[in-house]
Nanobody
Framework: QVQLVESGGGSVQAGGSLRLSCAAS????????MAWFRQAPGKEREVVAG???????RYADSVKGRFTISRDNAKNTLYLQTNSLKPEDTAMYFC??????????????????????WGRGTQVTVSS
């Protein structure tokens, strides 16, 4: 059974940092493409960053230079380091995954329809 469990959210002031984690189980982690999404109240879910099996990363323009996605295959864990946080970064952050039979390679930043496993989310609140 596939499980994705996020942690690390919280409340910070603008300019602060948080490190989000996503512990994964139930699939061969090295053959999975993963991503972080976020959803603010009243808004659609949007992709923040993605990473493939070869550690190729892609970012939404709104977070480039501030957020870093990474993965630790030995720990089956996905991370999102968020720096220089802004009030507009306030949202529920979700981890997403799609497993394949071979290592996954992505040359673009996929939308939510390309992922079939989701965590329950961790809340990030940034105050001004």
């Amino acid at each position: 059974q596939v499980q994705l469990v996020e942690s690390g959210g919280g409340s910070v002031q603008a300019g602060g940092s948080l490190r989000l984690s996503c512990a994964a189980s139930g699939f061969t982690y090295s053959r999975v493409c993963m991503a972080w999404f976020r959803q603010a109240p009243g808004k659609e879910r949007e992709v923040v960053a993605g990473i493939d099996s070869y550690d190729t990363t892609r970012y939404a323009d709104s977070v480039k230079g501030r957020f870093t996605i990474s993965r630790d295959n030995a720990k089956n864990t996905l991370y999102l380091q968020t720096n220089s946080l802004k009030p507009e970064d306030t949202a529920m952050y979700f981890c997403a995954a799609r497993a394949y039979s071979i290592p996954c390679r992505r040359s673009y930043l996929p939308g939510p329809s390309e992922y079939n496993y989701w965590g329950r989310g961790t809340q990030v609140t940034v105050s001004s």
